[in-house]
């Protein structure tokens, strides 16, 4: 009399496939919010990070314009003893040589200006400033010489072939991609024609008087970077907005006062969505 009551029993204790097919979609669930969740607090962690090195930049600025009464040159002088050895072998140099503080790279696209670099190279002078970067967490501080992307190099830093450009003491964010330095004399959109996705476009030369940038430095100096462009867009970017301009986040310096900010997680300074700013420029539409 009791064997088909166990067996009901026993039926009962085992699951069907779509209870067990209801069980796993929920542990799914829960662990796709349970690492979105992570991945949104690191996030947050790292951009309240970010802006507080951001800030620390900022009063290294507001400290070199009350000891010098001016914003720091955009056009920086580094001295022949600072500067790589390829340089040194190939270019008739007297005791320096110059490099725009410019935010956007050189030679067709492949190398990032170190522009917080070489702010912070011209501010080592003055010693408030130098108190404050000594108050920024160390592992956010780096020597640094950007590299060539070369093909199947990773972007910035990525290639093997290290840039002509000095080896300086650079800041970081925490999504481990440089701070990037806007000054007013190259702030706002650069190139203002249409180029399409992954053109690197016509570069800005620098030293044509009529570009209205520099003119050449002074007799017996040389000027290492001459032609700059901003970065390239992103597929994203050009289906959210066919007309955009490849030009760096064109950010205008408020007040023409220098600012920095940092790329946001993505390293991309043209998605200026996830942008890390102290304070955010007035941003240009292209012609």
């Given at each position: 009399m009791n064997r088909p009551r166990n067996n009901r029993?026993?039926?009962?204790?085992?699951?069907?496939?779509?209870?067990?097919?209801?069980?796993?979609?929920?542990?799914?669930?829960?662990?796709?919010?349970?690492?979105?969740?992570?991945?949104?607090?690191?996030?947050s962690g790292k951009e309240q990070a970010t802006k507080g090195i951001l800030e620390s930049l900022d009063q290294t600025l507001s400290a070199y314009i009350d000891a010098k009464g001016e914003n720091p040159p955009a056009l920086v002088a580094v001295y022949l003893d600072d500067l790589p050895g390829s340089i040194k072998s190939r270019v008739d140099l007297s005791n320096f040589?110059?490099?725009?503080?410019?935010?956007?790279?050189?030679?067709?696209?492949?190398?990032?200006?170190?522009?917080?670099?070489?702010?912070?190279?011209?501010?080592?002078?003055?010693?408030a400033v130098q108190e404050i970067v000594q108050g920024i967490n160390p592992k956010f501080i780096k020597q640094f010489a950007p590299a060539r992307a070369q093909s199947g190099g990773g972007g910035i830093g990525g290639g093997a072939s290290i840039a002509?450009?000095?080896?300086?003491?650079?800041?970081?964010?925490?999504?481990?991609?440089?701070?990037?330095?806007?000054?007013?004399k190259f702030d706002g959109i650069i190139e203002r024609t249409r180029r399409s996705l992954d053109d690197d476009g016509n570069q800005v030369r620098l030293d044509q008087p009529s570009n209205g940038f520099f003119v050449n430095p002074p007799t017996g100096s040389s000027f290492i970077i001459k032609q700059v462009r901003r970065n390239k867009m992103t597929k994203q970017e050009l289906a959210d907005d066919p007309r955009l301009v490849a030009d760096s986040d064109g950010g205008l310096c408020p007040g023409a006062r220098p600012y920095f900010y940092s790329a946001g997680p993505d390293g991309n300074p043209a998605t200026t969505e996830d942008n890390v700013y102290t304070t955010i420029p007035t941003f240009v539409k292209p012609l």
């Open positions: 029993l026993n039926a009962r204790n085992g699951f069907t496939l779509i209870e067990l097919a209801i069980v796993i979609g929920i542990l799914g669930l829960l662990v796709a919010i349970t690492i979105g969740v992570g991945s949104s607090m690191i996030n040589a110059y490099y725009p503080a410019f935010d956007g790279t050189t030679d067709g696209g492949k190398v990032y200006v170190n522009s917080v670099g070489l702010y912070l190279y011209t501010a080592q002078e003055v010693s002509e450009q000095p080896l300086l003491q650079t800041v970081f964010d925490a999504w481990g991609n440089p701070i990037r330095f806007v000054h007013p």
